[in-house]
């Protein structure tokens, strides 16, 4: 079985300040992590993935993760965060172990990001 | 990536009665699937739609429950029937497309209220 453990409930962080959302992943076979967001009322929005390569992936909105194998993780990071980052992110993943690309998604961190 | 709709966007319905939700996609993609978000909750599968045959339902999900249509490869729909409150959550459709690398891209969801 896979799973995704997001271990904080919310994050708290100033605007213009580095932000990090925790994610960690247990699979069998090689990992494929996904980072969606969801804005209030909105369905959940592509970030980023990692399926193979640098470990380093650079997604939307300025967004980037480090796919780290050893640690089994797959932090979501921003350098500088703006108001308009507030929202409910969401780790996910699946893997070459699994059938019909089945994703398994964390429970969700907060971001609030405050002036 | 694909554009994808769904129908409604809420709606508020009576304890025992079925509402069908509506999921079309502006291109032809692979897969196709249907998740439940609980208040407050993370992501959950509910199942997979197949095109031209019965749906692959996740454990918990029954097709009685949630009859799950794909006449085409754009198109699909998801019933909740004999609704009770317990079933008050957003619904949403995702669809994997031909050369996506295994991205599921999510619709905007339906918000089910059952009084």
């Known amino acids: 079985a896979q799973s995704v453990a997001q271990p904080e409930d919310q994050v708290n962080v100033a605007e213009g300040n580095p932000l990090t959302v925790k994610c960690t992943y247990s699979?069998?076979?090689?990992?494929?992590l996904f980072w969606y967001v969801q804005y209030p009322n909105r369905g959940l929005q592509f970030l980023l993935k990692?399926?193979?390569?640098?470990?380093l992936v650079k997604g939307s909105y300025g967004f980037e993760a480090e796919f780290n194998k050893s640690q089994t993780s797959f932090h979501l990071k921003k350098p500088s965060a703006l108001v308009s980052d507030s929202a409910l992110y969401f780790c996910?993943?699946?893997?070459?172990?699994?059938?019909?690309?089945?994703?398994?998604f964390g429970g969700g961190t907060r971001l609030m990001v405050k002036p | 990536s694909a554009v994808i709709s769904q129908k409604p966007s809420r709606d508020i319905c009576q304890r025992g009665t079925s509402l069908t939700i509506q999921c079309q996609v502006d291109?032809?993609?692979?897969?196709m699937f249907w998740y439940r978000q609980q208040p407050g909750q993370s992501l959950t599968l509910i199942a997979t739609?197949?095109?031209?045959?019965?749906?692959?339902?996740e454990s918990g999900f029954v097709i009685d429950k949630f009859p799950i249509s794909r006449p085409n490869l754009t198109f699909s729909t998801l019933t909740v029937s004999n609704m009770s409150p317990e079933d008050s959550s957003i619904y949403l459709c995702?669809?994997?497309?031909?050369?996506?690398?295994?991205?599921?891209?999510f619709g905007p969801g339906t918000r089910l209220t059952v009084l």
């Open positions: 996910a993943v699946s893997s070459t172990g699994t059938a019909g690309n089945m994703l398994t």
């Open positions: 990692y399926i193979t390569g640098d470990n």
């Open positions: 739609a197949n095109q031209g045959s019965e749906a692959t339902y």
């Open positions: 995702s669809v994997m497309v031909a050369g996506g690398r295994d991205t599921q891209y």
């Open positions: 699979v069998s076979g090689n990992p494929y």
């Open positions: 291109s032809q993609v692979t897969m």
